[in-house]
C-alpha cells in the first residue's frame, strides 16, 4: 500500500498566478507555513514555502485567491525535472498538486460582519 497526501495550512504569499499551456490553464499559489522551537531560551521562527500547482475547475477558484488569504490546502507532493537557463543544468523542484482547497478566512470575516450588524440593530 502507498500513501502520498499532504495537508497543509498557511497564507498566500501572492495573488494566484495562471498560466495557459497549449490550451490547459493551472494555476499556482505561494502558500507559506511557519514553524518555531526554542534555542538557547529564545524562540526561532522558520518560515517554508511551498508551491501549490491547482488544475481544472479547483484551479478557476484558486485563481481568485489573494495574497494573505488563509488557506488549507491537500494533495500530493510531486517532483519535476526542467532545464535551468540559469544554471544550463537539470534542476528539480517539488509541488503540491493540489486535490482540495477550504479558505479559512472567509468564515471570521463573516462573523465580524453579522455581529456589526447585530450591533447596529441594537443600537437603533
Known sequence: MYSNKVT????LGNDAEVRTNN????????LATK???????????????HRCVVFGKLGEFAATLKKGAHIL???ELRSRKYESTKTNSE???WEIRVD?????????KAAVEDSE???EEEAA
Open 23 to 30: 490550451d490547459r490553464s493551472l494555476t499556482t499559489l505561494s
Open 73 to 75: 490546502v491537500e494533495g
Open 117 to 119: 450588524e447585530t450591533l
Open 8 to 11: 497543509l495550512i498557511g497564507f
Open 100 to 108: 482540495s482547497i477550504l479558505k479559512l478566512d472567509r468564515a471570521a
Open 91 to 93: 534542476q528539480t523542484t
Open 35 to 49: 514553524s518555531s522551537y526554542k534555542k538557547d531560551g529564545k524562540y526561532i521562527e522558520h518560515t517554508e514555502w
